[in-house]
C-alpha cells in the first residue's frame, strides 16, 4: 500500500488509495510519543531478530538467512510469513533481510501439484506455508511445528489459512517499494520442484486461494469438512462462506502486482491486476456491509455463512486499505468510533475482535475452538490498534486523539526494567489474563499503519 507516490508519476488513476491520500491528517500523537513509539517499534523488532546460526534457548536458526520471528520472548519460535511481513514499511527490515525471506518463502511454497498430506488434509498447489521452521522446512498449518504428515485437519483445517499467498506478494512488492528495482521480481527463484520466474510464481500465489467467479471474494466451504481458516488471527474461529479478511488482502496484492508490472512495462497485466482490484473492491461493500439501525454508522461483516457477523479487525483494515471508500468507509468509520466510545471494543487502546455486546454468541465468534474472553475469542490486542485509529480519523479526529494516546499510555504502563514496552501479544482487564509478552505485531504494526496513514507529525 506504499504506492502513492507512484501512482502519481504514472499518471494511472488508481480506483482507490489508502486513507492518507483521502485528506490532510492532523496528528493524532505528540512528537514525543511518536518518538516513544518509534524507538519501541525498532526495539521489539530487533528483539525477534535471529541472525544465521544464532541461538535462543533450545532454538537456533540453522538457515542462511536473518530472520525475525514474531516475539522477542520466542513464543513462537519458527518464521512466520504474516507477522514477518507485518513487519515492513518502516525501515525496520532491511532490504537485504527482506531478500533472504523472499527466497525462504519462494523455497517452502507447494509446487504445481497438490499434496494429499492424509485422507482429508490438502495442501493446494501454489500455497504459501504458513510458517517455516527455524531448519527451513515448511508448514502449512497453525497448530503444530510438524512438517510432515501429522500436520492440518480439524480443528486446523483441511486446507491451509487463506491468507499467507496475499502476505508472500505483499513482501515482493514491499522489496520492490525499498529498493526501487525489479530485478529480483524477474530473477529465477528456487521453488520446492525446481526453478521458476518470481514473476510467474506470484501470479500462482495470487490464484491459488478459491474464489467466488461472479466477485472474485475469497471463500471457504463448509467448517466440519474443510474449515480452511480465513486467516492467521482467526485460526481458532471457524468460518464459512464468502470471506472478508482475505478478500482485502487480495485487494491489496492486486493492486501491487498491477503496479509492479506496470513499473516492468507489462500493460496487459497490470491492467489485468487492476481490474480485478476494481471488481473486489466493487465486491466487498455488495457482500460484506451491514448498516446499523440508526443507518449512520455499518459493519462489515466477516463472512457470509459461519461467523456472518460484525468484524472489527476487518472493517478497520477495510477502511485503511482503501478497500472500501466513499460513504460506505464513513459509515463503517463511524461504527468504528461509535464502539470506542461506548467501550464496546477497545479497552486501553487495544481491540477485541468482536463487539462485547454481539448477540451472536454473547459476544465471541459464533464458532472458536477457544473460550470466550480469551485470545482470538475476546482477548484485547494491540496489533489492529493502526487501522483502528486511521479509520476512525475519518470521521472523529478526537475519538483518535484519545484512543492513540490511551494506546501509548499502555505501553508506558507495562515497562520493563530495560526500558522495553512488555507488548502482550492479547489481555483480558476483566480477567487479568495477559500472554505472550515482547509481541512484535503489537507494536511494530500499529507504527507503521499509523505511519503509512500520515498521522505522525
Not at 513464543?75 to 523472499?102: C, H, N, T
Not at 510432515?148 to 508472500?168: I, N, R
Not at 471474494?217 to 482475505?246: M, Q, Y
Not at 468482536?354 to 484485547?380: C, E, F, M, P
Request: with cysteine.
Amino acid at each position: 500500500m506504499k504506492s502513492k507516490l507512484v501512482q502519481l508519476l504514472t499518471g494511472v488513476l488508481i480506483a482507490a488509495v489508502p486513507l492518507a491520500a483521502a485528506k490532510a491528517p492532523r496528528p493524532v500523537l505528540s512528537a514525543a510519543d511518536a518518538a516513544f513509539l518509534r524507538e519501541q517499534a525498532r526495539r521489539i523488532v530487533e528483539s525477534a531478530r535471529l541472525a544465521p546460526g544464532e541461538a535462543r534457548g533450545k532454538w537456533c536458526n540453522s538457515t542462511p538467512y536473518t530472520l525475525h520471528v514474531p516475539g522477542g520472548n520466542m513464543g513462537y519460535p519458527a518464521f512466520w510469513v504474516r507477522d514477518a511481513v507485518m513487519m515492513l514499511g518502516g525501515k525496520l527490515i532491511s532490504p537485504q533481510e527482506l531478500e533472504g525471506w523472499i527466497w525462504l518463502m519462494s523455497a517452502g511454497i507447494q509446487g504445481p501439484q497438490a499434496w494429499h498430506v492424509r485422507p482429508g488434509v490438502v495442501v493446494p498447489a501454489y500455497t504459501v506455508p504458513d510458517h517455516i521452521d527455524l531448519n527451513g522446512k515448511p508448514s502449512f498449518y497453525p497448530g503444530s511445528y510438524d512438517t510432515g504428515s501429522q500436520q492440518g485437519g480439524y480443528p486446523f483445517g483441511k486446507y491451509p489459512p487463506l491468507d499467507d499467498s496475499f502476505y508472500f506478494l505483499q513482501a515482493v512488492y514491499e522489496y520492490w517499494t525499498m529498493t526501487h528495482r525489479l530485478a529480483l521480481f524477474h530473477s529465477v527463484v528456487k521453488t520446492s520442484v525446481g526453478k521458476m520466474k518470481l514473476a510467474d510464481l506470484c501470479e500462482y500465489v495470487f490464484r491459488a486461494a478459491p474464489v467466488d467467479p461472479a466477485t472474485g471474494l475469497v471463500t471457504a466451504g463448509d467448517i466440519r469438512h474443510e474449515n480452511a481458516k480465513d486467516w492467521g488471527f482467526c485460526d481458532t474461529v471457524f468460518k464459512s462462506g464468502k470471506l472478508l479478511f482475505p478478500s482485502v488482502l487480495k485487494y491489496n496484492a492486486a493492486r501491487e502486482l498491477a503496479e509492479l508490472f506496470r513499473a516492468s512495462d507489462e500493460k496487459a497485466k497490470a491492467g489485468e491486476y487492476q481490474r480485478e482490484a476494481d471488481r473486489i473492491r466493487s465486491s466487498i461493500p455488495k457482500v460484506f456491509f451491514h448498516a446499523t439501525r440508526n443507518k449512520e454508522d455499518g459493519w462489515l461483516y466477516s463472512a457470509t455463512g459461519v461467523g456472518n457477523q460484525p468484524d472489527v479487525w476487518g472493517s478497520a483494515f477495510a477502511v485503511w486499505s482503501g478497500a472500501v471508500g466513499g460513504r460506505v468507509a464513513d459509515r463503517v468509520s463511524r461504527a468504528l468510533a461509535r464502539a470506542f466510545r461506548e467501550k464496546t471494543v477497545v479497552r486501553e487502546g487495544c481491540v477485541r475482535q468482536i463487539l462485547t455486546n454481539d448477540s451472536t454468541n454473547h459476544g465471541g465468534w459464533q464458532r472458536s475452538i477457544v473460550k470466550l474472553g480469551t485470545y482470538q475469542n475476546g482477548g484485547y490486542w494491540g496489533t489492529p490498534t493502526g487501522w483502528y485509529i486511521a479509520a476512525v480519523d475519518r470521521v472523529d479526529h478526537q475519538a483518535a486523539v484519545q484512543m492513540a494516546q490511551a494506546y501509548v499510555r499502555f505501553l508506558k504502563d507495562n515497562m520493563r526494567a530495560d526500558g522495553l514496552a512488555e507488548a502482550w501479544e492479547w489481555f483480558n482487564p476483566d480477567t487479568g489474563a495477559r500472554n505472550n509478552p515482547l509481541y512484535v505485531a503489537t507494536v511494530a504494526l500499529p507504527y507503521l499503519s499509523l505511519k503509512e496513514a500520515g498521522l505522525f507529525k
